[in-house]
């Protein structure tokens, strides 16, 4: 039986990544109703961009700004623009329409960049640690902080705020919400801009942890969609601890030959186990709670 402890410390940093992408899926659905599929995809905008501009002379964080804000301009752009126009859709074409823009900028990035091996390195050896005896990195400790504090700050701000309570009834009812004096677009605006700084953030941090390319970026929207299903697709905590999970999964199928080919299978028998498990009515309740 190999030792499995280094491969849990490296997965529960990955999974700290796809916690913090389902946390995004999460509170965009939880404020609009609208499942977004191009969360990955605006994570490899962030990555890409950010290495990019560093490469052109940009000081690596200021080139990580840029690549959040560039996620963030993407994502406030279709909110204004194509969300608003499909508010009033199905589920089913809103969805659909996020798989759109993922595809777009997913074809413009391999067409600026195409598929040359690259890597992200940040500037945080002062943070390396030991955990269980395992070497962890300064950029893997960021990942794992920084979901917690989102994590933490979300719940506070769907809970304890005023903005919070706008979101949580506009995605509940849009019509209603503009009757009582909801400014209905501001808010749809600022849950797609919320959802691009997470975006932007968690594919930089991605990007330190894998192969820098535009296709692996943006297929990370499948284990935080798992994530986000294992929460419900509203409970924010149990879907970072299913990112969290997914992460681990996936790492600890590592050493064993026979099933290590298949561990990126993890997040699909998550997400089909809890879809067999949980009622439908829990995809449901929290949007109205």
């Given at each position: 039986m190999p030792d499995l402890t280094p491969f849990l410390v490296t997965?529960?940093?990955?999974?700290?990544?796809?916690?913090?992408a389902g946390l995004g899926i999460v509170v965009l659905?939880?404020?609009?109703?609208?499942?977004?599929?191009?969360?990955?995809?605006?994570a490899a905008a962030s990555a890409m961009v950010t290495w990019q501009a560093h490469e052109w002379g940009l000081h690596i964080w200021l080139a990580c700004f840029v690549g959040i804000v560039t996620a963030t301009l993407i994502s406030a752009a279709y909110g204004a623009?194509?969300?608003?126009?499909?508010?009033?859709?199905?589920?089913?074409?809103?969805?659909?329409?996020?798989?759109g823009l993922a595809l777009i900028i997913l074809g413009l990035a391999y067409w600026i960049w195409g598929d040359s091996p690259r890597r992200l390195r940040l500037p945080l050896r002062a943070l390396n640690t030991e955990?269980?005896?395992?070497?962890?990195?300064?950029a893997r400790v960021v990942a794992i902080g920084f979901c917690l504090v989102a994590a933490i700050g979300i719940t506070a701000l769907l809970t304890k705020t005023r903005m919070g309570l706008q979101m949580r009834a506009l995605a509940d009812t849009r019509d209603l919400s503009a009757l009582i004096g909801i400014d209905v677009e501001r808010v749809t605006l600022l849950a797609w801009v919320g959802s691009g700084v997470l975006a932007g953030v968690a594919g930089i941090l991605l990007g330190t942890l894998v192969r820098l390319d535009p296709g692996v970026l943006t297929f990370m929207v499948v284990p935080s969609l798992a994530a986000a299903i294992l929460g419900g697709l509203r409970s924010l905590w149990l879907t970072l601890l299913g990112?969290?999970?997914?992460?681990?999964?996936?790492?600890?199928a590592t050493p064993f030959q026979t099933i290590a080919p298949y561990r990126s299978l993890a997040?699909?028998?998550?997400?089909?186990?809890v879809l067999m498990v949980l009622p439908a009515a829990a995809f449901r309740s929290e949007r109205a709670s």
């Open positions: 997965g529960f940093a990955l999974g700290a990544i796809y916690a913090l659905y939880r404020a609009t109703g609208e499942l977004n599929f191009a969360f990955g995809a605006l623009l194509v969300s608003a126009k499909v508010a009033h859709r199905t589920d089913v074409i809103k969805a659909v329409a996020t798989l955990l269980f005896g395992v070497r962890v990195t300064g990112g969290l999970a997914i992460g681990m999964l996936e790492a600890v997040p699909f028998i998550v997400a089909i186990a």
